[in-house]
């Protein structure tokens, strides 16, 4: 019993003087975990700090290690896994790396590899290497813009692994690389991106990405098949890509992208979902129909004369994509909470109208074109955060639709282009840069917000506007934007400035009337004139007098010490008006007291202009009470205004 008690007491104390030796252990020492498997490395042993350099053949097996320092897999030299775990201690994001050179072996199967600490770190497969991965884990690579695993080399294989906890997870530069059976999780950017590759096949993937699930950039030939990916952008991203094959896909919150001309936008997608809908994707076709069902999303490339009527898209990326499609209508539609819910890029003489656009959980455009040209948007709904987007894209046609948006039209790099008769509600309403020879006419703006803008114009040129009711915010904005034309407008109730000019010439600013404003106008040039031959404009806190009666105030307005209006209107602009074509503007008409909407007052064949011309009473029929109708008297010729022209004691009417 002693004997057995001993024992027992010096086992104990073996335990715990094993457990003591144990935790002293700086964790920069390499660790090697016993096990009933036998444990073996062949090759090169990693150092205790350091690089580890690998030029022969070195095999872990069923070993534990943490690793104090990059891996250098140099020419003719290679790390073979077999059911082993490395564990990179790192102090930083990116402070140790694993790299294959040229003519390098990284072969990982059942195996690990991922970080001791928590910090990120980069695997990268030069040009000419071999890349092997079977029934493999990696966790936490990828860092900053950094990619997690770069191949950069040919015929990479990946099958039956997971990759967790990763940023900008996998970068393929090269050709013929497989990656099948994968479970992908990556916390930011990007799941898999290729770049320039060619004949790569995605198979039956698995993909969570914050970010693009997949992104092909310039990918040719390759094949993406049975994958299911969620990602917060794009599902699959194919920029400038050609004849990618998509099939048998599960997408969920967004779906397919493309961006792309001819060629470039020339795939193959078939029997895919978004969202539990289906995809349905059409190219090289002419005079299709598309309607009355729920898609997950709508693609045309290579189309031409298309309609689009009655469907309705939900919550994914991009609701319908018409890239190089012409002459195609798309009406009567119903888009709720995609990203940007139409996409069109490289296509002409469309017609878009009559869709329901809007926005519940999520900030979204309606309408987002890149390169297209003479298309008409009309009558279209939308409440987004930004109603229709326009870069480089010219003579388009943006009439009658209902815009309630942080930014309402926007206009970039494009010319010629008409906006008119739209009802907006927004912050900036329309927002013109780089753009030459708007019109902007007979819209009815109101700003949301105290700093924003009715129309902001930035070095655009020869922009004409016309017409409009502009209320709140900054009225008109200018800056670096010369030789255009701003008439009959009438701005009020701008919570800063009417109008805005800074470093911007040779503008022509008349007949518009500015009315409670907090500023009138602002301008830090003396380049820009405020009338035009006799004609200024309505300034509501202008004092001056209008002696003559002609309407023109008899002393300038001052915006500041050279920027003058030499004839301001004494009434607001629309009062110059002669609705009724009776030959008295609407001042005029009130003045003598006439109907601004009949052109003959008092019914008497004679026009209200005509009578003041005379002399008559446009308020008066027979203005001489002689019995005789003034415009009778006038077809008679006798005179309106003696009850007896002839002198013979008989009125005229007797």
């Known amino acids: 019993m002693r004997w057995r008690r001993l024992c027992r007491k010096n086992a104990k104390r073996l335990l715990l003087l094993a457990f003591i030796a144990l935790s002293t ?157 994968t479970i992908i999780d990556s916390t930011s950017n990007y799941g898999i991106r290729m770049e320039y590759g060619q004949n790569i096949t995605l198979k039956n993937i698995t993909i969570y990405c914050m970010g693009y699930g997949i992104y092909a950039n310039s990918a040719l030939n390759s094949v993406i098949e049975g994958c299911n990916i969620t990602a917060t952008s794009d599902a699959i991203n194919l920029y400038f890509s050609s004849n990618i094959t998509i099939t048998n896909c599960k997408m969920w919150r967004n779906g397919v992208y493309i961006y792309g001309k001819h060629m470039t936008a020339r795939h193959n997608i078939v029997n895919n979902t978004v969202n539990d809908k289906p995809l349905i994707y059409i190219t090289d076709q002419s005079n299709i129909i598309i309607e009355n069902q729920e898609y997950g999303q709508v693609i045309l490339t290579n189309v031409d004369n298309a309609t689009i009527r009655n469907i309705t898209v939900k919550k994914t990326n991009y609701a319908i994509e018409l890239i190089n499609t012409n002459s195609s209508d798309v009406y009567s539609n119903g888009f709720e909470d995609n990203y940007v819910h139409m996409w069109i890029l490289f296509s002409y003489y469309n017609k878009i109208h009559n869709n329901n656009i809007s926005e519940l959980t999520r900030i979204t455009t309606a309408i987002k074109q890149y390169f297209s040209g003479s298309n008409e948007f009309y009558e279209n709904y939308m409440d987004t955060y930004y109603g229709l987007y326009t870069y480089r894209s010219n003579t ?68 004409t506007i016309i017409r409009n009711e502009i209320i709140g915010g900054t009225g008109i904005k200018m800056e670096k934007s010369n030789n255009s034309v701003i008439r009959d407008n009438n701005i009020t109730q701008a919570a800063t400035y009417g109008i805005q000019i800074t470093q911007s010439e040779n503008n022509i600013i008349y007949n518009n009337s500015f009315i409670n404003n907090k500023i009138n106008a602002y301008d830090d040039t003396d380049k820009n004139q405020y009338n035009h031959t006799t004609v200024g404009n309505y300034w509501d806190d202008y004092n001056g007098t209008d002696n003559n009666n002609d309407g023109i105030g008899d002393q300038p307005y001052y915006i500041d010490n050279d920027s003058i209006d030499y004839y301001p209107l004494f009434y607001p602009s629309y009062m110059y008006d002669d609705g009724d074509n009776d030959g008295l503007q609407e001042w005029e008409e009130n003045q003598h007291g006439t109907d601004p909407h009949d052109n003959d007052t008092d019914d008497d064949d004679l026009s209200d202009g005509d009578e003041i011309l005379n002399g008559t009473d446009p308020l008066d029929n027979d203005t001489d009470d002689d019995g005789l109708d003034d415009g009778d008297e006038i077809l008679n010729g006798t005179d309106p205004l003696d009850n007896d022209t002839d002198d013979d004691g008989l009125d005229d009417g007797d």
């Open 25 to 181: 252990l700086s964790i920069h020492s390499t660790l090697y975990v016993m096990g009933s498997t036998q444990r073996t490395i062949t090759g090169t042993s990693p150092p205790s700090s350091g690089p580890w350099y690998i030029t022969d053949t070195t095999i872990v097996e069923n070993e534990d290690l943490i690793i104090n320092g990059s891996i250098r897999i140099e020419s003719g030299g290679a790390l073979i896994l077999k059911n082993s775990t490395l564990r990179m201690n790192l102090g930083s994001d990116g402070e140790y790396d694993i790299n294959v050179g040229p003519n390098g072996n990284l072969t990982i199967r059942d195996s690990k590899i991922v970080s001791f600490t928590g910090y990120h770190f980069q695997i990268d497969v030069e040009a000419y290497a071999v890349f092997y991965m079977e029934n493999g884990h990696i966790e936490d690579i990828g860092y900053s813009s950094n990619y997690g695993l770069e191949i950069r080399t040919n015929n990479a294989k990946i099958v039956r692994s997971i990759f967790n906890n990763t940023k900008n997870c996998i970068l393929i530069y090269g050709n013929n690389v497989s990656i099948e059976d």
């Open 396 to 463: 388009n046609n943006i009439h009658d639709n209902d815009i309630n948006a942080s930014t309402g039209i926007h206009l970039s790099y494009s010319n010629l282009n008409d906006i008119h008769n739209n009802n907006m509600y927004c912050g900036t309403c329309i927002d013109i840069q780089y753009s030459n020879a708007t019109k902007i006419w007979d819209n009815r703006i109101e700003v949301q917000a105290d700093g924003d803008y009715g129309v902001s114009l930035y070095q655009s040129l020869n922009t």
